[in-house]
């Protein structure tokens, strides 16, 4: 009994000492922005208050669900194919010095290319369909991957490789068996940022052309002053952003309980 | 036909006779710049010895002597030396025919004591079952049969070594090599350490180099002992350890013992090669 209690006391202090500062604060900003959209009597469709971006939310639901549903899936399969792509890239980046040669300069020339300029190229070579949407997604949250995986394929320890060595590893042996391993850690620095950017990309593609999705939604409403749907939009984005990073976190802690000096 | 072969076998009988299980030739390595070696410096020359199946030698000598330089070349991982390294086990890479064993216990953080230890068995193409199975057999041994699923960082340091040896020890070689394993313990945990190694080599028939700063270390464990000199890294002298039973606790302050360290530390300072000097 008085073990329990000493164990979930300071566990539910902790909770609230990490959420309470974050959510008083929000909590805050929504009210002084209620107030003062109230008080100086501000145009909604200039600056709808939180209350009627809350009204829309509710009064749209099914609207927003279905296109939100449209920019996750363009998330999670541009997402995946980055991942997938990016850890065959880097493995080949990492194994081999000629490879790393002739293709790491391209993977960070590529970066260099402003994603908007592609966005609408893309549109006109695969259409307005969901799949230039899911190229974007990819593009953009891929570079983040390669390079933290690559980073973590390279800081091995020299002394560790020795000792490989001289246990008789073969080259294939090291890479699969300290190389990757060193890596996964980097790695989900990587997948971290590669899910933020991964949200935005879906946005990009979406404002430039789309059929559906939240950002397509965004760039409809605009100009028909449906600020308040603009914002409810945001808002679902938002979240479900959060939702997919904390997912990764998850993930993140789960596989980093095996890295006890790393952690 | 028959003829042949049986003169074959016999030569195989005769040359097992002679053969070492190591020998060094005239071994010298030189400073290098990029692969370049520069012939006027060398880190390691003329260094020649033999070692027999089963024998405990240790290395003392001073800070960059070239005491690790040279386990390097024992072990294969570095070749780039003039003279000749022969190993009785293989006339090709060194590598996989020798156990190495460092200061830094370098076990891999994500894995447990337990697949640490396996490891070595592991990149000798055992299964993972198999290799796990005959790791765990030998836990208790090192002391380690409680702490199969504990992760490095949850281990002493003492503990962290005899992982590590243990992991060297399942290679299954007939050398083993020891660059300072003890030196960044305690004195109490390496005084245990020590008479936990004497009873662990005692009947495995291993032959074992030891290279070391700590005198009383090298006297404690050794067959013989090698004494090496900096600028250039060479073997100034050697000697033969006769101290008697090893496990007693009062060797180390037993008169043959003393003697031998005060003539070893002796020749660590004097600047000239005396003593059986090669």
């Known amino acids: 009994m008085a073990s329990a209690r000493s164990v979930s006391l300071p566990s539910i202090m902790n909770i609230a000492r990490e959420w309470l500062p974050p959510l008083a604060i929000g909590a805050l900003g929504i009210i002084a922005w209620e107030v003062w959209v109230r008080a100086f009597d501000v145009q909604r469709w200039l600056l709808p208050p939180p209350s009627s971006i809350i009204n829309e939310i509710v009064d749209s639901r099914g609207l927003l669900t279905e296109h939100a549903f449209i920019t996750l899936q363009e998330i999670v399969i541009g997402f995946a194919l980055a991942a997938g792509f990016g850890a065959l890239l880097a493995s080949a980046i990492a194994y081999s010095k000629i490879l790393e040669r002739s293709l790491y300069p391209f993977v960070i020339a590529s970066q260099m290319i402003p994603i908007i300029t592609i966005a609408p190229l893309l549109l006109v070579w695969v259409g307005p369909a969901m799949t230039s949407k899911i190229i974007v997604v990819g593009l953009i949250s891929f570079f983040p991957i390669v390079v933290n995986l690559v980073d973590g394929m390279k800081s091995v320890d020299q002394d560790m490789v020795d000792m490989f060595r001289t246990l008789g590893a073969s080259k294939r042996q090291i890479f699969l068996k300290l190389q990757i391993p060193t890596a996964i850690p980097f790695l989900m620095s990587g997948l971290k940022i590669g899910v ?57 802690r789960m596989v980093l309980k095996r890295y006890p000096r790393m952690n | ?47 020649t010895f033999d070692l027999s199946a089963g024998e405990f030698v240790s290395i003392i000598g001073p800070s960059g002597c070239g005491k690790s330089t040279l386990l390097n070349l024992i072990s294969g991982l570095d070749e780039a030396f003039t003279g000749d390294i022969s190993y009785s086990e293989t006339t090709g890479s060194r590598l996989g025919h020798i156990s190495y064993m460092q200061q830094k216990d370098l076990l891999l953080p994500w894995r447990n004591v337990l697949n640490n230890a396996a490891l070595s068995l592991e990149l000798r193409g055992v299964s993972r079952d198999e290799s796990l199975a005959r790791a765990s057999t030998r836990l208790g041994e090192f002391g380690l049969a409680d702490h199969a699923n504990d992760y490095p960082a949850q281990l002493s340091g003492g503990m962290r070594q005899r992982v590590a040896l243990l992991r060297a020890t399942l290679a299954d070689t007939p050398l083993l090599l020891l660059d300072e394993p003890f030196g960044a313990l305690d004195a109490l945990t390496r005084s245990e350490m020590h008479g936990w190694l004497i009873g662990l080599l005692a009947n495995s028939g291993k032959a074992v180099i030891l290279v070391t700063h700590d005198v009383d270390e090298a006297i404690l464990l050794s067959d013989r002992v090698y004494v090496m000199k900096s600028d250039p890294g060479r073997i100034a002298s050697q000697f033969d350890v006769e101290i008697g039973e090893r496990t007693d606790h009062g060797v180390v302050t037993s008169e043959a013992f003393t003697a031998l360290k005060a003539t070893f530390l002796a020749a660590l300072r004097s600047d000239d090669d005396s003593g059986e000097a090669k």
């Open chain 1, 196 to 252: 933020v950017v991964a949200v935005i990309g879906a946005v990009i593609g979406e404002w430039v052309g789309a059929t559906g999705g939240l950002g397509w939604l965004m760039r409809l409403s605009a100009p028909q002053f449906l600020t308040a749907r603009v914002f409810a939009a945001i808002v679902v984005l938002t979240v479900m952003g959060v939702i997919l990073f904390a997912i990764v976190g998850l993930i993140e």
């Open chain 2, 1 to 47: 036909m028959n003829l042949t072969l049986e003169s074959a076998n016999q030569q195989v009988v005769v040359d097992r006779q002679q053969e070492h299980l190591l020998e060094l030739r005239s071994v010298s390595k030189f400073f290098e710049v990029g692969t370049r070696p520069i012939s006027n410096r060398r880190v390691l020359n003329d260094v």
